[in-house]
C-alpha cells in the first residue's frame, strides 16, 4: 500500500476506522463507566471485551503491515512515545 496515494489514503483510513469501531463495542461492556450511573452493575463480559479489543488490534496491526512497516518500526517507535510519555508524567504534564 502506497500512502502517497490517494487510493491507498482511503484504504488504510478504512481500516482505521473499523479498528476503532471495534473499540467502540468493547467500550460497550464497561457498563459502569457512564459517569451518570448511579449504581454498579455487577455484570461484565470479559471475554466479549477482549474480543472486541483483540478484533480492534489486529485492524489497527494490519493497517501497519499493509503499509509496510515492520514489527522492529513498530517497537522502535513504541518505545520512543513510550518515553516521551514517561518524560510528561514525571515533569507534571
Known amino acids: ?4 496515494k490517494k487510493s491507498s ?3 488504510a483510513r ?6 476503532v469501531e471495534e473499540m467502540f463495542e468493547a467500550l460497550q461492556e464497561l457498563k459502569n463507566a457512564k459517569p451518570h450511573r448511579q449504581t454498579d452493575l455487577p455484570q461484565f463480559n470479559e471475554d466479549h471485551f477482549l474480543e472486541e479489543v483483540v478484533d480492534g488490534f489486529n485492524y489497527f496491526l494490519s493497517v501497519l503491515i499493509l503499509t509496510g512497516f515492520t514489527e522492529e518500526d513498530l517497537l522502535k517507535a513504541y518505545v520512543s512515545k513510550h518515553k516521551k510519555i514517561l518524560e ?3 515533569n507534571g504534564y
Open 1 to 4: 500500500m502506497d500512502l502517497t
Open 9 to 11: 489514503q482511503l484504504m
Open 14 to 19: 478504512d481500516i482505521v476506522l473499523r479498528g
Open 88 to 90: 510528561r508524567i514525571e
